[in-house]
């Protein structure tokens, strides 16, 4: 169960659906307890959560890589089951972004971003024209033939968050992407990835660690606080769109921002003090 700050009138189909979800590596240290939590359609959801909490574990356990001890989760109207026909049928309805790109240093950037499409069984040739197609889009034209390390570290993530846009499926989750870039080149990929969305949007799970970067992008927050991790508070963010990083200098983001920092704690908010 979730706690709103705001009620949601959103009708939009559940595009995932955790209800009770139980796991535990060791029984003196469970990572959730009966947590339960959806996703509609075309939402973009943060989920702010401290290190360590679980959170590879629940993407493994939502890719149907690990089995839950209790509980179901659901994409769309079919239950996620980490074995058998279903999951074959399933695994390419996720698509998984890393906290670092996972660029094959030996193949191009086209062939880099193909990859996830010639996974999925579509011909080299066929992916190649798809990836070319949205080059220009991502920021990445006349980058076609370069490797891995001729590229900045921002674009080495557009070519990462590329390869699971074409890849993956219906649900993308997205680890810490931005966390390992300066703080400059995380604010234009902030953006960048603002626009992209507004033109794709797909469901996005995205994990993060930093406050403004969640109410920035998402349409609601998620907090995790501690382990195990069972009832999550939860935001609404109702800034208008098209956002900028402008919108963080806003009294309304300003607001929402304090209305976070209140319902994280006295801890997160003296974390946040010491980082300014
Ligand atoms: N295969 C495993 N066997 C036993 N314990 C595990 C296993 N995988 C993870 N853990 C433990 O479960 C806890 C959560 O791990 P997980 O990697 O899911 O956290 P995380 O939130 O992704 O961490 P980080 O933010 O540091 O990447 C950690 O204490 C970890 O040591």
Redesign the pocket.
């Known amino acids: 169960m979730s706690m709103a700050i705001t009620p949601s009138g959103d009708k939009r189909p559940l595009a995932l659906s955790v209800e009770g979800l139980t796991y535990a590596?060791?029984e003196s240290?469970p990572?959730f307890a009966n947590l339960s939590f959806t996703i509609r359609e075309g939402e973009f959801v943060s989920l702010l959560?401290?290190?360590?909490?679980?959170?590879?574990?629940?993407?493994?356990l939502l890719a149907g890589l690990l089995t839950p001890q209790g509980g179901s989760i659901r994409l769309g109207a079919e239950k996620v089951e980490p074995s058998g026909a279903a999951h074959r049928r399933q695994s390419g309805r996720i698509g998984y972004m890393p906290?670092r790109d996972s660029l094959m240093p030996w193949r191009s950037v086209l062939d880099n971003a193909a990859l996830g499409l010639e996974l999925s069984g579509i011909p080299r040739r066929e992916a190649r024209r798809r990836v070319r197609e949205l080059l220009p889009t991502f920021g990445l034209e006349g980058t076609e033939e370069k490797r891995p390390h001729e590229l900045s570290g921002g674009m080495r993530q557009r070519v990462s968050f590329l390869r699971s846009v074409l890849g993956g499926g219906e649900l993308l989750l997205l680890?810490?992407p931005f966390s390992a870039l300066d703080a400059m080149t995380r604010i234009s990929m902030q953006e960048w990835l603002l626009q992209i969305w507004e033109q794709h949007r797909k469901t996005i799970l995205f994990?993060t660690?930093d406050i403004d970067e969640a109410l920035l992008l998402s349409d609601r927050v998620l907090v995790a606080e501690a382990?195990p991790v069972s009832i999550m508070k939860e935001l609404a963010v109702a800034l208008p769109r098209p956002r900028t990083y402008q919108t963080v200098l806003d009294d309304s983001f300003v607001l929402l921002k304090r209305q976070a920092l209140g319902l994280l704690g006295k801890e997160a908010a003296r974390q946040e003090g010491a980082s300014r």
């Open positions: 590596f060791n240290m990572l959560a401290p290190s360590g909490i679980g959170k590879t574990t629940l993407f493994r906290q680890d810490e994990i660690h382990s």
